[in-house]
């Protein structure tokens, strides 16, 4: 057991003890003493208003509604108030990893749309992880309800459990957490606000874990606003620059019609694929260091292939793809100009008549258009609303 490690589960003795010395780290511990920061009157996070094109007008009338028809929170588990708000709290705890270094929030922040700005995100112990991290908006409605890039999570209250047992991210035992949480104050009367009783287990962690994820949706970026206009996706809004909605025809439209076809894979108007699966965009002509779903499941037609992450908030949440390989939205939009890779699990709408790989021959302008266009899926409600803002402060 680390020095750390000791000092954070040991409590007020240690605290008083080393209280004088001021070494690093030692906020998480001072945490132990200090009031976390909640609000009087509890956030509200169930009850919002979800626009009608993600209710009961998604995309021609015809397509799937992102929040109706998509929604994975099952019935063990709704989402409370308490319950989201406990999950605030356990998300931005440091304390809950191996030396007190780190939280959830440390590779999900908030500023870039609950994504990690760097490549690969650092464990508690320094080391990287093995994919780049993944943007938690909109979880909620992805229907298949499996997360990580491979899927391997079979629903989120098993995901949320996963990070904390890491032995690179979070570096702690099941067991380890839960006295980890049981030796905090202020932990008790959150449970009980929550689940009507102090007693604190992993399966109530997990639901409320679940629970705050599942709250972080974006309902109100540009494109929600001009949508809110407009009976289809595909007509002009008046809140668009010309170039903005040229990207978005480009975005829309099949290829047939002179699109770019982005929808058929980053579709409904949450923009996230709910029920299609995993699927493999082109990156490389071949798998060698990650093999994607097919280490879960050892079926070559997996190899390769990712989940389809959200596309709100994409500005923000830089860089991209599995690995991290695309530092901006050009080089995203270059890859699908004339990157793609003839791999053997590439997505058939990612080829060309003759079954090659795409290759657009985009203009200056159009790659603009659709990088302006992706823009728009910016919600600055969610990067900066205090519900889902760091409560140790
Ligand atoms: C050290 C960095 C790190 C920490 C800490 C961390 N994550 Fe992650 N998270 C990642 C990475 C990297 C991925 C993608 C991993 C993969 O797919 O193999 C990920 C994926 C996820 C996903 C999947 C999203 C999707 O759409 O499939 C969820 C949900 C998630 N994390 C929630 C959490 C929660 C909750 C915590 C705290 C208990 C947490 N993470 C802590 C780095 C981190
Ligand atoms: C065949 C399905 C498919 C099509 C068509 C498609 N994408 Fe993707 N997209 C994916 C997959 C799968 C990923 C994740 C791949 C990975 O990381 O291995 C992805 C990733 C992305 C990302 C990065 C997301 C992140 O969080 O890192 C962006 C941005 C993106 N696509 C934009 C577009 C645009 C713009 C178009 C149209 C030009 C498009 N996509 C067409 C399947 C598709």
Known sequence: MSFMRLFVLSGFVVFFIFSCSKQDGLESINRNEIDINLPEIVYNYTDIDIPIHLSTNALLGVGQNAATDNDNTPISNPTTNYGATLGRVLFYDKSLSANGSISCASCHKQANGFSDDEVLSKGFDGGN?????????NAKWYARGRFFWDERAATLEEQVLQPFQDPVEMGLTLSEIVSTVQNQSFYPELFNNAFGSEEINADKIAKALAQFVRSIVSVSSKYDIGRANVNIPINDFANFSESENNGKRLFFLPKSLGGLSCIGCHSTEAFI????????????????????VFEIIPNPRFSGTFKVPS?????????YMHDGRFASLEEVIEHYNSGVQNHPNLNNSLKDENGMPQRL??????????????KTLTDNSVTMDPKFSNPFK
């Open 311 to 319: 596309l709100k908030n994409i500005e923000l949440t830089a860089p």
């Open 129 to 137: 992880t093995r994919r780049h991290s993944m943007s938690l908006i």
């Open 273 to 292: 694929n709910p029920d299609a699966g995993t699927t493999n965009n082109g990156l490389d002509l071949i798998s060698t260091d990650d093999f994607g």
């Open 361 to 374: 021959n985009l203009s200056a302008q159009e790659k603009l258009d659709v990088v302006n266009f992706l």
